[in-house]
Structure formats: structure tokens, C-alpha cells
């Protein structure tokens, strides 16, 4: 490339080539691609040739507009598709669609017709999949043999078969690739979902879906249950709460209902996921073994063992070199820093206590609150640190699926987050075996928690709707500045306007986080039941804001995420049911330690035998959960059969077109037969 | 029918139309009916007809011989199958065999070319599998609605859509059902597996398999791999028994090991199983949902909801009615009573030692070990009793697929015999809390046990081999007799011969009685391995000589068994993995409660703190067993990887097929176009 004139006209010229299959009505725009402003002019450009180049050459074959925006002389890059591309993208990732059948069957532009939906190509796929769509075919763009560095970057080394944009991503020469909102969707979205008149009524599960994905919809699906589960055990506590009956049983009714229900509520979350994913076409889609890889994973060019395409091979046992190596002591002495703090903590809670009890005064008085805010404040930093570590050693394990390296980072979060936060609870309940102090504890962490994220959840969307308003200003003035600026003429204004705006949003980081938050809230409400009954009741009314407050976020506040596919909750699912374990065995032991209770039982049984009885009943109790979650199957009957259905149906419809095919053939033998002159016609 | 000549004549006539596709080589009979003496002439008729009348009409369309044995006065229906009538029932069984592309497909006529081995129609199954593919087009012969009963038994009621068959072998018409021995295969076989020169040698699994079917060759390969497993418990506990080392660590030690080794064991196994029947094209048959009912499920006839055939249907909640108000409470009255049994035996053992006590002499000291004596005879009687119990209870209960009538049957028999025999034990180990006692149950219970066994499995083959030679020189007595009386020249009088001998030969049960065994045995050696650690050797060595016993009474003792799918070792992996489960508890506890181990803990630690650091140690054993469990992936790489590699061929065979259709189509059209004149001749 040795011409130097602006980016812009260059598109220009390719951008003919590509203006048959689009149509008359304009370029509509879909994705964003955002250069930083001190980017390489040739970086730029060759992403460009990438981005347009046919699939042979590999490239991506979409259609590209250029922006460059002069107060910031940043550079971005509008991405497009015609319709036939998605298509064969589609049909390239597989992806399912409803069948004129009723069922999801893998797309193929052959029997396009069979489809549902097919009969007006614009509309074939939603907004949020024609996204997901030209995502994978950006992130598959990978380098050749010969692309040894990106143009213009002699240091920034390519190796084949690796994904071009993460590396532009990763060198932060692209700052950032985003879907666009649909702002007439979201509008509608958001009237039925966050609306004040709408708080009583049920989410819009499915719009949630279409306009966000199935991780997304799941997300918001579980949330929904669990807020809904908690009702009953929130009640509870309100009673127990408010009337005077005190009763050694007290606590232990409450806590094996706990049990029962916490188990009851997983079970049923799983069979409602289930309906859900079959509903969409997902379910599945886990069983599939033939994924791509990860666009950043990493490896010597090699061949797939299943399909044999060339693809980047990295050896297991590296892998599991380096989880056994280097992954294990790492998050072991974290875990063992976890535990030093919290001893560290509780010495100086006890030097402050001392002091406060030989010279009470105002002063004193505030030291003794002293250590636990230096505690708080360190478990937050703590998180945060032990956040990244988590990424970081994730990262490096170079897990070859999507679904096996967001497993493997969801179970480091949990271990982290669950000792971080659950380790002192641990300490106190079973150590020190302070019951009033648990108590103050649990209340303490759970509201302060909750209050804290009350006010980042629903203030600070506040503020961000202000800080965006003011941006839309900004961005008004800037529009003239933009316009001059660019040659994509056929790009509608206001797109270019909304395109700066969303340019600036912050990034959603996806349903980690929220699951995570629950999580830990799940914890505290079933692991100590028996200690605050009425964690239910503040866990739930956290959560009925917070799916409104959720909701505004991501319809308003944050970047359009891209659509991700989800079968299950998968390892949050198994995550929550660990800790359903775990609180049977708290539970038990908080109170076969109860004084109270051991007095129930007769005076002439030893000590040794209450602790052996109260064990024998937590492995009872284990043993029934344990049978309960076998008998209950996971997908509801009717899921089941249409499953069943499906598959013998597909298995039927192939053997009549075998045997179709077969007829035809025979049929044309016979006539080959019959008139042999007109043979070599025929076949 | 008005005519009453004999039978025989009657099947010539109607053979002499199926004489045409069974080419030259003579009537081979491949599955032998055999009625009572006392049969209604009429009913043998009917069924008869039924065999032979063509599928369209409800029959079997199979070859039929008759065969009257004057000295009895029995009638033996010899059941032969022409090539392409096994091509068809293989079809319609929807049976797997290897294609050429080297994985396993649905067989189908119309591809037979693609199948290995198909060049060769006469060897392209074995005979287990015709026997097999025979036996399910029989009991696919179900009454019609106008099948009122059984001709010549009025009180025989037949219900539309239940299995014919079963109701002849039911009320015992047909006193048996079952497949002929090949005589050359099995000699071969048996010179291979159970000969003393290959004593040292690995069991030929595969030729097992392919002889007698996946069901018994995982059995064999189940009993090997678990033999094997023994030898290094056997190994420790031999060097326990003869070295003078004596710590409180030994016990403790060994038991860790064989927590440990269980595990390892039972998830290389599960490892093992899938890699076998990968090889054997069963590993993926679990998944299928839309099984043809057993034969005597029963039910009005309705629809099937997945493939909308005709069928049985039974209402789940009549089955779930008849589990928890029938099953239940029965279950749980027999498991009472084995309760009360075990009391009265302490109470009367109690008593008889008072006796001793106070009169010691000879008649006194017999007296000591007469309510043992009646204990282990009462515990053979109630195993017999529950045995039958559990099987009227799952037959009452209906279950519409052979895999899920059996998996009941499996757990209903795993709680009877687990109970009957460990209760005792438990009660010891943990209400008596005697370890002498506990130590002199286990190794008498066991080694009794074992020394009753190997009396029963290797004295009793010798014994009947005997009599079978016997009945041998019996049947060439009668041979004449048998020649005289039977119309069906074209049946080889060996074979006749062969019959009449194999109709007396014993029936073998099924896998179900050897699993059971192996379970109990399974329980004596790692329950209680702290108590008893010469267990495993005494296991160990019952297990060689038992591999071999019970391969000669397959090949010897038994008529031939039908041939039976497994893909796992289902229900029998849950048993043992809760066996593993149940001996970390009850290992841990046993540890803990040894006055031993309790005096090297530092002496201010309270008793219940021991106790407590005892449960907190099992916690942890367990959740690393379920760790490990989860981690240590069920199936090999290869396998994975290979099942992935075949679904992805032939989802890719499959596009190419439709591509190619598509073209063909394509073509047909142009051409039609551009000669509109040959347009009719063409389409």
C-alpha cells in the first residue's frame, strides 16, 4: 500500500463493488469498530482490506464505512452486512433456527425455505443476531502464515491462526468494538420492563431475549425466580420478627424449611431453564463438540482432531501444567492471605476492645469500630485484586472453548469470593462459636452490602443519565465537525449522531458480576439461616429494586452488549447448589451448638452422642437432598417428549428422503433400461 | 379351525411357501419354543400361525419346524429366519452396525452396501444376534383388538397390544423360550477363556461379547477390572497380617488407601466401560427416547407421544400412585422386619453367652453358636423372600422400558440385600461400638459367605456336568423316538439331539444375581476396611477361581442366554459409587472412635472436639471424592473425540447429500427448460 490519501476515499472505491447486493435503502450500519486516535494509519487500513477482502482471501467480506471524527481525530470504522452475507455466515456458525416443523434445525441457505420467517429476508434475523453474526465473522478474520505483525506495528508479533481484531483489542489499537442500539426496540423494551406501572408484572422474559440474547434473558430469568423464591422465607422471617413466640424450636423449624425450599427452588430453576432454553433453540447446543475455538486462544497451527480443519492446537498437558503449576499456588496463597487479614482483623478487634474497655470514652468509642472498617475496606480491595488475579491466570490456562474458560473463571471468582466473604462468618459461628456475635456480623455485612450496592445500582444510573444527556449535547455541536469530516454519505445523520453517543457509554461486563453479587447473597440469606431470619426479607427487597434498577442499565445506561447463546446457568447452577450443601452442614452444627436445644434432649445422653446424633441427622438430611435432586428430572416431561419427538422425527423425514432418493434412482434405471438409445442423456 | 390332524402337517404346508428365499442349505433352527405336555393343541396352533403369518397381518413371518417328543408328549417349536426376514427386523429394531466409515449407524436395507460385512449376507450377523433380532419380532406379536383369549383357554384373557408371548410363558403353556448353543463357537470359546493353561490370561471380552451379547460381556469385563483392582489392598493386607508393625496408624492408613483406590477404581472403570462399548457401537444407545415399550408392559392402548404409533399407554400417576402408597410402605415393612430379626438375634445371642457363662460345658458351648447359626439361615430365607417381593413389587409397578423396569429392580435389590446383610454390621460397628465383635462379624460373615459360594459355583458345575452327560446318553436313546414322531426332515438330527438336550439344561438368571454378589462383597472389603484388612484377599481369591467357574457354567451349565444391549454398567455404577460413599463415613467413624487414635491427639482437646475433627476430616474426604469424581472425565479423550469426529461426519455427509440432490434437481430443471418438448418424459 503506498498510497497515503485519507482512509476514506479508499472505502469509498471498494464500497461499489459491494452496493448490488445491498439495496437502495442505505447503508445501515450495525457495528462499530473504534481506533484510538493515535492508530496507525496503515493499521487501520489493512484492518480495513481485511474487512472487506472475500472469504477466500480471508477476510470477512462485510461492508465498511468510515468516520473520523475531527475533535478527537479518532477513526471509526461502521460495519454493515448485505443480507446473503449473513445468511452464509449463519450457515457457516451453525447456527439453529425454527423449522417450518416447529423444531430448531442447523440454518443451511439450501432449505432457506423451510425456515420460519424466510419469506422477508429483512427481517429473517433480529437486530441483536445479524450482530452476534458479523461479531464471530470479525473475530474469525485470523492471520496468515505471512502476516508476521500488524502494519505499522513492527512489535506487535501475529501468529497464525490467531484472531487479528483481539489483537488489535489487546494492543488497544482498537479501543473498542460494540453493537449498535435499536433505539425504537429498546424504547418499547424499556417501557414494559423498568416502567414504575409495570413493577407488579412479570419481566418480558422472551422481548429480553431477542433484544439482549439468552445469556442475557437467563440472567434476567434466574433473577426473577430467585426474587420470587425468596417470598416464602421473607414472610417467615417478618413473622418470627414481629411476634414474641421464642421456642428452642424456633430457629430449627426455620432452618430445615430453609433446606427444603433452598433445594426446592434449584430443582425448579433448573426445569424452568430448560423450558426456557428449549423455547429458544439453545438447549442443546451444549452437547456440541465440535466448537470453534476461543477467538484468543492460542497455539501452533495445527489440524482439529474432529474436523480436521487447520486450526491452532495447544497441548492438555501444557495446560494442565500450568493449572497445576502455577494456577493452584497462586490461588492458594490468596485464599491463605484471605485468612491471615481476617486474623490480623480480629487481633486488632480484640486489642481495640481491651483498650475500649479500660478507658471508655468518645474517642475510644470510635476506635473500637476502627478494625472493622479497615476490614471492610480491605475485603473490597481484596475482591478487586483477587478479580484480576482470577482473569489474568483464566488467561493464561488458554482454554480452548468459550464455555470451558468462562467455567473455569466462574469457579476461581466463586472460591475467591466465597472465602473472602464467607471465611470470618466461618470463623465466628464455628471457632469463636459466638452466637450474638455471628448474629451482629451477618446483619452487618448482608446490610451494609446491600445498601452500598443499592446506591451504585440505582444512584449512579442517575448520574450516568445525566453525564449522557450532556454527552447527547456534546455530541449535537460535534455532528457539523463530524459531517464535514467523513465520506460515508449514505449513512443516516442521526445513526452517526447515536453512533458518537453510544461511542462514549460504558461497557457492560457481562452477567458475571450479577450472578456473582447473588451468589454471595445466596450465602448469607440459606448458610446461617438459623442465625438472621431476616436476610430473606432485606435479600429480597434488594433484588426487587435491583431488577429495575438492572433493567434502566441496560436498556439506557450501558453499550448495546453482543448477543451470547446460553443452554443453562451452567456453573452458576452448580455453584448455588454447593451452596446448598454447605448450608445443610451449617445449619446442622449451628444448631446441634445451640445450648438451647441440647437441653431438649435427655439429660442422660453424653455430649459425644448429642454432636454424633446431630451428625447423623445432617447426613440424613444430605442423603435426602442428594435423592430428592436424582428423582427430580431436570427438564419437564413435555420438553422431554418434544425433544424426543424432534429427534425421531428428523430421524423419520431422513429416511423417507433416503428412500425418495433411492426411488429416483431406480425409477431412472428403468427408463435407462426401457429405452436404452436415450441412456446417456438420462444419466 | 376345524381340522384336528397334528400339528406337524400343518407347518409343512404352510413352510413349503417359505422354502424360496431359505436357499438349499437345510432348516436352521435358531430359537426353540418348548410348550407344556399338557398344551391345548389349539393354542399351539394359533401361536403357530401367528409365527408364521406375515407382518402385515400381525404375525412374525418366521420359519417354523415342529418337533413331538413321544416320551413326554411335549411339542418344541423350532423357530428358523430366512436372511432377509433378519435384514427387516434389523431395520425395524432400528440396530446399530459399523459402516464403512467406521462408526456405527442405524442399519437400513436400502444401504446395506455401506455396511462392513454386508458382502457376506450369511455371516453378516452372528448368531447371537439373530437369535436376538428373532426373539423381539416374537414378542412383538401382540394381540389384536379381536384377540379375545387364548384359543382353547377360555380363562386366559388377552389384553389389544400386550405381548402374545408373555402370556403363553406367563400361564405356562410355553414352558420356556430360548436360543440354541453353537457348538463350535462355544468349545472355541471356552478353550479360551475358562482353560486352566489360560488361568493367567486376560478374559477374551470381546469373544464373550460377541457369543453372549454387551450385557454379560461387561460383566465378565466389570468382574476382571474389579479382581484386578483387589490386588493391591490384597498386597497391603497380607503385609499387615504377617509383619509385627503395629501403630495406631495402620488401620487409619489402610483405610485411606482404600478410599482412595475405590475411587480410582470405580472412575477407571466407568472410564473402561465407555471405551468398550464405544468399540461395540452401544455407547450412545442410552439417549434414545423413544424405546419400543417391554413386552408385558401393559396399559389401554393408546399412542405413543414421541413417534404417535400405537402402544400401551399407562398414566404416570398410576405408576407413582403404586410406587409411594404400595412399594413404599411394603419396602418399609421388610426392611423393619430385618431390623426386629437382627434385635432378637443379639437378644437370644445375649442370653445364650448368660447361659454359657453360668454352665460351662459342651452341650453349652454348641448352645453359643446356635443363634448364629439361625440368624445366618433366617438372613438366607429373607433374601430369598425380598428377592421375590422385589420383583412382584417393580412388575407391579409397570415401568414401560425394559432399562427403567431394570434399574428399579436394581435399586429395590441393592436396599433388601444391603440392609439383610450390613445392618448387623452397622449395628456393632456403631450402637454396640464392639470392635472385637465387629472384627470376628465381619471375617465370619465373609469368609463364610465366600466358602458357601465357591462350594455352590465350582462343586455344583462338576455335579451337573454329570448329569448332563447323563441326559446326553438319555437323549441319544430317544433320538429314535424323536425321529419317528417329527415331520421336520430338513432339520439335521444332530441339532435334534442338541435341542432336546439344551431344553433341560438350567436357565442362568441374568447378571443380576453376580452384580449383587460383587456389591456385597464390595461392601465387606471397603465398609469396614479398618476392621478387617485381610478382606480383600479373601475377595481377591474367591474372584479368580469364581471368574472361571462361572465362565464354564456360561459355555457348560446353562442353555445359551439371548443376547442383551448394555451401554454401561447403569444402576450397579450408582450402587458401588454409594457403597464408596458410604465407607468414607463409616470409615471415618470407626478412625475416630478407636480409643487409639484418640490418646495421640494433645490431651486438652475435648472429647467433642475429637468428634468434631473427625466429621470436619470426613467433610473433606468426601468433598475431595467429589471432586475427583467430577473432575476425571466419565469417558476417555479418544472416545470423545472420535464420537465428535462421527457427529460431525455425518452432519457433513449429510449436507453433501443434500447439496447433491439439490444439484441434481437443479439439473433436471435446466434441462426440462431448455428442451420444453421432453419436459413430461423427464419429471
Avoid at 433452598?262 to 447446543?285: A, N, P, Q
Avoid at 475455538?293 to 500450568?322: C, I, Q
Avoid at 443499592?454 to 463530524?482: H, N, W, Y
Wanted: a neutral charge.
Amino acid at each position: 500500500m503506498e498510497t497515503t490519501r485519507r482512509v476514506g476515499s479508499g472505502v469509498e472505491e471498494v464500497k461499489i463493488s459491494h452496493m448490488g447486493p445491498e439495496g437502495s435503502g442505505g447503508f445501515e450500519p450495525l457495528v462499530v469498530l473504534e481506533f484510538t486516535a493515535s492508530a496507525n494509519q496503515a493499521a487501520i487500513e489493512w484492518l480495513l482490506a481485511k474487512l472487506q477482502a472475500p472469504k477466500t482471501e480471508g477476510g470477512a467480506d462485510l461492508l465498511v464505512r468510515t468516520l473520523f471524527l475531527q475533535h478527537n481525530k479518532e477513526t471509526m470504522l461502521l460495519i454493515g452486512a448485505s443480507n446473503e452475507r449473513l445468511l452464509l455466515a449463519a450457515e457457516l456458525q451453525e447456527v439453529k433456527r425454527r423449522h417450518r416443523d416447529g423444531f430448531f434445525h442447523e440454518f443451511t441457505i439450501q432449505d432457506i425455505q423451510e425456515f420460519v420467517g424466510s419469506d422477508d429476508l429483512e427481517s429473517f434475523f433480529t437486530q441483536a443476531e445479524k450482530q452476534k453474526l458479523m461479531m464471530k465473522e470479525i473475530e474469525n478474520i485470523r492471520a496468515a502464515e505471512l502476516d508476521v505483525h500488524i502494519p505499522g506495528y513492527e512489535d506487535v508479533r501475529l501468529y497464525p491462526g490467531k484472531s487479528i481484531i483481539k489483537k488489535y483489542l489487546s494492543r488497544e489499537i482498537v479501543v473498542q468494538m460494540f453493537p449498535l442500539h435499536d433505539e425504537e426496540a429498546i424504547k418499547r423494551l424499556g417501557n414494559e420492563w423498568y416502567q414504575p406501572k409495570n413493577f407488579f408484572k412479570l419481566q418480558p422474559i422472551h422481548k429480553i431475549k431477542q433484544y439482549f440474547g439468552e445469556k442475557i434473558g437467563l440472567y434476567f430469568a434466574f433473577l426473577g425466580v430467585y426474587t420470587v423464591s425468596l417470598i416464602p422465607p421473607a414472610l417467615i422471617g417478618i413473622i418470627y420478627f414481629v411476634t414474641s413466640w421464642r421456642s428452642v424450636y424456633r430457629e430449627a423449624l426455620f432452618a430445615i424449611f430453609n433446606l427444603v425450599w433452598s433445594t426446592i427452588f434449584l430443582e425448579g430453576w433448573k426445569r424452568y431453564c430448560s423450558e426456557l432454553t428449549y423455547m429458544w433453540g439453545t438447549i442443546d447446543t451444549a452437547t456440541a463438540k465440535f466448537e470453534e475455538p476461543r477467538a484468543n486462544y492460542h497455539g501452533h497451527l495445527g489440524k482439529n482432531a474432529v474436523t480436521g480443519k487447520p486450526e491452532p492446537v495447544y497441548p492438555k498437558w501444557k495446560r494442565s501444567a500450568r493449572f497445576y503449576c502455577v494456577t493452584v499456588p497462586v490461588i492458594s496463597v490468596c485464599l491463605w492471605v484471605a485468612f491471615i487479614i481476617m486474623l490480623f482483623y480480629f487481633w486488632m478487634q480484640h486489642w481495640a476492645d481491651d483498650v475500649y474497655a479500660g478507658n471508655k470514652g468518645w474517642i475510644n468509642l470510635m476506635l473500637v469500630y476502627v478494625p472493622t472498617a479497615i476490614y471492610a475496606v480491605l475485603i473490597g480491595i481484596l475482591n478487586g485484586i483477587y478479580r484480576k488475579v482470577a482473569k489474568l491466570l483464566n488467561d493464561f490456562e488458554n482454554h480452548r472453548l468459550d464455555s470451558s474458560y468462562e467455567n473455569h473463571l466462574v469457579m476461581k471468582l466463586i472460591l475467591f469470593d466465597f472465602v473472602n466473604c464467607f471465611i470470618c462468618l466461618f470463623y465466628v459461628a464455628f471457632y469463636l462459636q459466638d452466637r450474638v456475635m455471628l448474629n451482629s456480623f451477618l446483619s452487618t455485612m448482608l446490610v451494609t452490602q446491600q445498601v452500598v450496592g443499592q446506591i451504585r445500582e440505582a444512584m449512579v444510573p442517575f448520574l450516568f443519565l445525566r453525564r449522557r444527556s450532556k454527552q447527547l449535547d456534546d455530541a449535537l455541536e460535534r455532528r457539523k465537525v463530524v459531517d464535514q469530516q467523513t465520506d460515508s454519505e449514505d449513512v443516516d445523520p442521526a445513526a452517526k449522531k447515536q453512533i458518537v453517543v453510544e461511542s462514549a457509554m460504558d461497557v457492560y461486563d457481562g452477567t458475571m458480576d450479577d450472578y456473582l453479587e447473588l451468589f454471595l447473597q445466596f450465602g448469607y440469606v440459606y448458610l446461617f439461616s438459623s442465625a438472621f431470619p431476616l436476610a430473606a426479607l432485606w435479600a429480597f427487597l434488594n433484588n426487587i429494586t435491583e431488577i429495575r434498577s438492572d433493567a434502566f442499565k441496560m436498556c439506557r445506561v450501558f453499550q448495546r452488549p453482543f448477543a451470547e447463546s446460553a443452554s443453562s446457568t451452567g456453573a452458576w447452577q452448580v455453584a448455588f447448589e454447593i451452596i446448598g450443601v454447605i448450608s445443610v452442614i451449617t445449619n446442622c452444627a449451628l444448631i446441634g451448638m445451640d445450648p438451647e436445644v441440647q437441653k431438649l434432649l435427655p439429660s442422660d445422653v453424653t455430649a459425644i452422642n448429642v454432636v454424633l446424633i446431630f451428625v447423623a441427622v445432617e447426613h440424613c438430611v444430605l442423603a435426602i437432598k442428594a435423592a430428592v435432586a436424582y428423582f427430580i428430572p431436570d427438564t419437564p416431561r413435555w420438553v422431554q417428549i418434544e425433544m424426543a419427538r424432534m429427534e425421531y422425527e428428523s430421524k423419520q423425514a431422513l429416511q423417507k428422503e433416503k428412500m425418495a432418493a433411492a426411488n429416483r434412482k431406480k425409477a431412472l434405471l428403468q427408463k435407462a433400461f426401457v429405452k436404452p438409445a436415450s441412456k446417456s442423456t438420462m444419466l
